[in-house]
């Protein structure tokens, strides 16, 4: 461990911990509405970049798990303790998308964003299917005396477990070994690496960080249907925020789900027709403009003042 | 047998889609995800002519298909190549691409529905049944279907026959060595990126005259051309035209016989059998 890391591993938890704080500011109700989504897309953001960031594998899939994990906590809200059905969902969502990884990540990264890109939307049909078929009502409520609060705090020890998993993965032989297929796969292959496997256990990591955000939220929306837990919107939002934010640093997505949900939400609330025409913008200015994210250019920015200060000094 | 044949007209419209999509990506490399969007672009332009114009909504097609040519052309020229050219490996295209093209998607959609509001377009046009077979279908499908073949036809026989068809082909298989020949890539790969779209929105154009849609029905259009495309193998006209059949064919079965909320839960299946079993695709051969 370097001098750097043991810095980050003790200021990470500190800024958490001064985070947690937040709801007993006086007036707490609205920020949490604006912190709660922040933290959600920092969360989902952060686990996509994880896989998404070495492989280049642009994944389409989160509303899936995420809709996934919210039906987790539908059904077994009366039968489970709750902390099982965390565990349940991250096991739904990590299983699927071993399944979902097997059949498509040892192909090229095209089949995977067009499989992915409708997953949401075939769950979603095989899901209503399966309901007026054999299960009775579409919806689901969701009654439970969990607090928003409470949704916040679990959304931020989501956040910290994020950023640890993604730190240990980075030192792990399996963080080496994705950063070389994403390098060049056929080196990787060539060196012995099981690529197609490393892929695979990288995005169930994702997946389960998704189904549990799913589990998270659900007592938000009260009533879960399939259109509202299976919105595709969510995970090209995902997408667009983690690029924002630039995705080969873990704490990228973060700089562009900040920003981007606050743009969002209040875009969302003035002027609902227009959010898709901004989503679409936000992408076209992304990939011409800044392809490294916003953290390659905070990093440009430290680099010229560090050259500056140099130069100072020398 | 009236499942066979609804089936089959199904994916007649379906085939000119994907072959639309199918020279996008297999020429100029670059796998369009906004191509739904054109269609839907062609499918408005017929309607406004119909309701508006109270003309033949074909007669749409004088101005949708050089307009959508242009388009497209003008999209490949001044957003993907440089894009091309920036990319340093086939990869990093590749994600370029695909963000870039869902940027503009959205983009579309977003402007669609400011023009034309959020609400569902349909318009009657030769809705009279016609019998054949011994069971009835709508004059207005069997039209589609008829173009549809035609337009399919066209392409193929230019392709494969014509001297401009074959350095189409030549680029597809290999952009590099094509250079090579004095064939001039870049103007090959923006021609065959206009035409593609210009054929999705003549796509749009049959489409609207029997199918309800409304202005963001266009990302399911692309994914199902995406995975005729893969199905019949990438570049491939004449695998894109069956693949579309059996789409047609399988969503049409699952629809009359199991659930009609199940199309694209079929589709998927389908696009998973062929992610597990024929990746190459239905005639492609295996790459080593």
């Known amino acids: ?314 | 047998m009236q499942i066979l044949i609804t089936g089959i007209f199904l994916g007649g419209v379906y085939a000119i889609i994907a072959v639309g999509l199918s020279l996008q990506y297999g020429v100029a490399r670059i796998m369009n995800l906004a191509v739904g969007e054109m269609l839907v672009a062609g499918a408005f332009a017929a309607f406004w002519v119909y309701t508006a114009q109270s003309l033949n909504p074909y007669w749409s097609l004088l101005f949708v298909v050089p307009g959508a040519f242009i388009v497209n052309w003008l999209i490949y020229r001044f957003l993907l190549q440089p894009l091309v050219r920036r990319a340093k490996t086939r990869g990093q295209l590749e994600v370029d691409s695909i963000l870039v093209t869902f940027g503009l998607s959205f983009t579309l959609v977003g402007i669609f529905l400011i023009v034309f509001g959020g609400q569902f377009f349909n318009y009657s046009f030769m809705s009279r049944p016609v019998e054949l077979f011994g069971s009835r279908y709508g004059q207005n499908r069997v039209l589609a279907f008829c173009i549809a073949v035609v337009i399919c036809g066209l392409l193929w026989y230019w392709l494969n026959y014509t001297r401009s068809g074959l350095s189409l082909r030549a680029v597809s298989v290999d952009p590099k060595a094509a250079s090579l020949v004095a064939i001039d890539v870049n103007k090959v790969s923006a021609f065959a990126f206009a035409l593609g779209g210009a054929i999705a929105a003549t796509g749009g154009v049959l489409l609207s005259t029997f199918l309800t849609f409304d202005a963001s029905v266009g990302v399911v259009f692309t994914m199902k051309a995406l995975i005729i495309v893969i199905m019949g193998g990438v570049g491939d006209i004449r695998g894109a035209i069956v693949a579309a059949l059996v789409l047609g064919l399988t969503e049409t079965i699952v629809a009359r016989l199991i659930d009609p909320g199940l199309t694209l839960a079929s589709a998927y299946f389908l696009f998973l059998l062929i992610l597990l079993f024929r990746p190459q695709g239905l005639f492609g051969r295996r790459t080593t």
Do not use: C
């Open chain 1, 1 to 314: 461990m370097t001098r750097k890391e043991i810095i980050g591993l003790i200021l990470v938890p500190v800024a958490f911990i001064i985070l947690a704080f937040l709801p007993s500011l006086p007036n707490s109700a609205n920020l949490l509405s604006l912190a709660i989504p922040i933290a959600m897309f920092t969360v989902l953001a952060t686990s996509w970049a994880i896989f998404s960031g070495p492989t280049h594998y642009i994944s389409l899939a989160t509303a899936a798990f995420y809709g996934v994990g919210a039906y987790t906590m539908a059904t077994w809200l009366d039968v489970l303790p709750y902390p099982v059905i965390l565990l349940i969902a991250a096991v739904i969502g990590a299983v699927f998308a071993a399944v979902v990884g097997f059949a498509t990540l040892r192909l090229s990264g095209v089949y995977f964003v067009i499989f992915t890109l409708g997953l949401a939307e075939m769950t979603r049909q095989v899901f209503v299917w399966y309901q007026n078929n054999f299960g009775g009502t579409r919806g689901h409520y969701v009654f439970t005396d969990i607090t928003e609060a409470q949704i916040y705090w679990q959304l931020l020890a989501l956040g910290l477990l994020v950023y640890l998993v993604g730190w240990w993965i980075g030192r792990s032989r399996l963080g080496f070994a994705i950063r070389i297929i994403g390098a060049d796969e056929l080196v990787a292959r060539h060196s012995g690496i099981h690529t197609a496997r490393s892929k695979v256990l990288l995005f169930m990591v994702s997946g389960a960080f998704a189904a549990v955000v799913g589990v998270v939220m659900a007592p938000r929306f009260v009533y879960i249907e399939p259109a509202m837990a299976f919105n595709p919107q969510l995970s090209f939002l995902v997408a667009i925020m983690a690029l924002l934010g630039g995705i080969h640093r873990l704490w990228g997505p973060l700089m562009g789900a900040i920003p981007f949900a606050l743009v969002w939400e209040f875009i969302a609330s003035n002027f609902p027709a227009q959010t898709i025409l901004l989503m679409g913008i936000a992408f076209l200015v992304v990939v011409y403009y800044i392809p490294n994210g916003v953290a390659g250019v905070v990093e440009g920015w430290y680099h010229k003042l560090k050259a500056a200060g140099g130069e100072k000094h020398g």
